[in-house]
C-alpha cells in the first residue's frame, strides 16, 4: 500500500519535472514583484544637490568599503559601481548608478540582490542612503 | 517507513519555504567597527600623483600573485582575484586521517581559498597626499570542491603587511631600482 503511493508520488513529480509547464519570463522580468516599477524607482533612488559626478562616485565606492563591500566593477563614463558583501555565507550583491538630473542634482540609484533574492525592503536602501549621506555631506531627496 | 517519508516531505517543505530568505536587518548600515577599519585598510602616501600610486598598487598585487580582474583609473579602482591553497596541511591530513578513522564525513575540511581583493585610490583634500585603501574578501572550499564559507578578512596583520609591501614598491619605483 504504502509502496504504490510512493510509486504514484515518484510518477507524479517525475511528470511535473519532464513537463517543463513552466516560463522564464516571470522570474527573468520579475513579474512576481509586489511593488510598481514607479515604487521601486522612489525607494532605489534619491537626488543629491551636486553636479560633481566623479567626487560622488568616489565617495560610494568608499562608503561600500566601509560597509564591508569589495568592488566588483566601476565605471566613470557610465557612472556605476558593482560590490559584494558576504553576509551570514550569502553574497548581497548591490549596483549603484549616478546620473544627473538638470545641472544641479545627480541621481543616485542602488539595486541590491541578497542570494537568489531582489532586495525589496525599502529600508535596506534607507540604511545605504544614510551611510552614503553621512559620506557625502549632503542630504538625500526623495525623488518623486 | 511512513514516518520517515513524512519526515523527509516536511523537511523538503521547510527548506523550500526557508529558501525565500531576505537581506538580514542592518546589512547596509554602518558598523561601530567601520570607522576602525577604514583606518586598517587605509594608508597616506605623500604623493599627489594618483595613477603613480595606483600602478605602484598594481605591482604589489601582482607581487601577491593576484591576477586583475577590473581596473577604472579615472575612479582609481583595481579589482583583483587569486585562488591559493590554504596553509593548513597538517591540520587537513590529522582531519582527514580522524574523519576515516571514525567513519565520518570529510565534507567541510578546508583545502583552498578563492580571495578577491579591491584597491581604490583617493587624491587628499588637501592636495598633499594620496589615500591607498585596500580590502579582502574569501571563499573557503573544502577538499571535495564545495564552498565551505564566505567571509570579509579584518586581520589587522594582513593590512599591515600588504602597506608594508608597497610602501617598498613606492621607494623601489620612486628610485627606479626596477
Keep these: 500500500m504504502i509502496k504504490q503511493k510512493l510509486r504514484v508520488a515518484v510518477v507524479i513529480a517525475a511528470t511535473l ?25 522612489t525607494y532605489q ?18 562608503t561600500l568599503q ?30 549603484v548608478s549616478i546620473r544627473p538630473r538638470g545641472e544641479r542634482q545627480l541621481i543616485v540609484r542602488a539595486n541590491a540582490q541578497y542570494g537568489i533574492q531582489a532586495v525589496q525592503e525599502p529600508i535596506a536602501y534607507q540604511d545605504f542612503f544614510n551611510s552614503l549621506s553621512k559620506a557625502m555631506f549632503l542630504d538625500a531627496h526623495e525623488v518623486s | 517507513m511512513w514516518y ?18 531576505t537581506v538580514p536587518d542592518g546589512s547596509l548600515q554602518l558598523s ?31 607581487d601577491m600573485g593576484f591576477l586583475i580582474s577590473e581596473s577604472e583609473s579615472k575612479l582609481g579602482v583595481i579589482v583583483a582575484a587569486k585562488t591559493r591553497e590554504i596553509d593548513n596541511r ?29 584597491l581604490v585610490t583617493i587624491p587628499d583634500k ?33 593590512y599591515q603587511g600588504f602597506f608594508a609591501k608597497l610602501s617598498k614598491s613606492v621607494f623601489l619605483e620612486a628610485h627606479d631600482v626596477i
Design chain 2, 90 to 118: 597538517a591540520q587537513r591530513f590529522a582531519q582527514i586521517t580522524l574523519s576515516l578513522l571514525a567513519g565520518t564525513s570529510t565534507h567541510g575540511i578546508e583545502k583552498t581559498h578563492n580571495i578577491r581583493v579591491s
Design chain 2, 126 to 158: 588637501s592636495k598633499k597626499d594620496t589615500t591607498v585603501r585596500i580590502n579582502f574578501q574569501r571563499e573557503v572550499i573544502d577538499i571535495h570542491g564545495n564552498l565551505v564559507r564566505r567571509h570579509s578578512l579584518h586581520e589587522d596583520d594582513l
Design chain 1, 66 to 95: 566601509d560597509l564591508d563591500f569589495v568592488i566588483d566593477k566601476a565605471d566613470a563614463t557610465l557612472g556605476t559601481v558593482t560590490g559584494t558583501k558576504f553576509t551570514y555565507n550569502t553574497p548581497l550583491l548591490i549596483t
Design chain 1, 45 to 62: 533612488s534619491r537626488a543629491f544637490d551636486t553636479a560633481d559626478k566623479t567626487k560622488t562616485m568616489r565617495t560610494v565606492i568608499a
Design chain 2, 4 to 21: 520517515k517519508t513524512k519526515a523527509t516531505l516536511v523537511l523538503s517543505l521547510t527548506l523550500l519555504l526557508v529558501g525565500c530568505s
Design chain 1, 17 to 41: 519535472m519532464l513537463s517543463g509547464c513552466y516560463s522564464n519570463a516571470n522570474s527573468v522580468l520579475d513579474n512576481n514583484s509586489k511593488q510598481s516599477q514607479l515604487q521601486l524607482r
Design chain 2, 32 to 62: 561601530p567597527k567601520s570607522l576602525e577599519r577604514r583606518q586598517a585598510q587605509s594608508r597616506k602616501f605623500a604623493t599627489t600623483d594618483e595613477t603613480k600610486m595606483l600602478i605602484a598598487s598594481m605591482e604589489v598585487l601582482q
